[in-house]
């Protein structure tokens, strides 16, 4: 995250369809709109139906249930090389928008050296974080699921139970199929994954 990066995260206020209808007829949605500022290690989880949009100067990790269906509602009157603007599903949206404001849209965890603590857990995807200095042996035998690994921070080694090994650094992620059961997590100092799976 740049200094000064947000994103956005439901709405400001709990709003009406009728609100809605109008700020985007109005063009006035950005006033009605949650704004978070971000700072790296942020965690927001965004249910079906909360309307986000990522600022800039930032690079996340989106992690997100299996699914072909996006409403754009709003494209910041960006146009394309021919002058074209992008398609928006303001219509389609409206039934699909949750608009109760919510207390606090960051999601709350803590970071824990040496330890995988869960930062999200709905019934499509569990998230933990990983933040190690030292080799841990990860058993998924209790899961019927592959793992996603996404290294955020530093640099590790993956093993896997038949003696294979991955490098893994910055940005980059690995999946692990079902059918591995169990990996050895070797860090080079300070690293952090993200691990996500199907519960």
Do not use: W
């Not at 030292?134 to 921070?153: A, K, N, P, R």
């Amino acid at each position: 995250a740049d200094a000064g990066a947000s994103l956005n995260s439901g709405f400001a206020r709990t709003v009406s369809r009728d609100d809605y209808v109008k700020a985007v007829e109005n063009n006035t949605l950005m006033e009605i709109l949650n704004i978070e500022p971000a700072q790296p290690g942020d965690v927001f989880f965004l249910p079906a139906g909360r309307v986000h949009y990522i600022g800039k100067g930032l690079l996340l990790a989106e992690i997100q249930q299996t699914s072909d269906i996006t409403y754009r509602i709003y494209d910041f009157d960006r146009v394309d090389s021919t002058g074209q603007k992008r398609e928006l599903h303001t219509e389609q949206a409206v039934d699909a928008i949750d608009y109760q404001h919510h207390d606090d849209y960051k999601t709350q965890y803590e970071k824990v050296l040496n330890q995988s603590v869960n930062a999200v857990s709905c019934d499509y995807f569990v998230t933990n974080v990983l933040h190690f200095n030292q080799e841990v042996l990860h058993d998924y035998s209790h899961l019927d699921s592959f793992v996603i690994l996404i290294c955020v921070e530093g640099s590790a080694t993956i093993q896997t139970e038949g003696g294979h090994e991955m490098f893994v650094k910055l940005g980059e992620c690995v999946l692990i199929p079902a059918s591995i059961k169990s990996v050895t997590i070797v860090p080079n100092g300070d690293m952090t994954m993200l691990e996500s799976y199907v519960p």
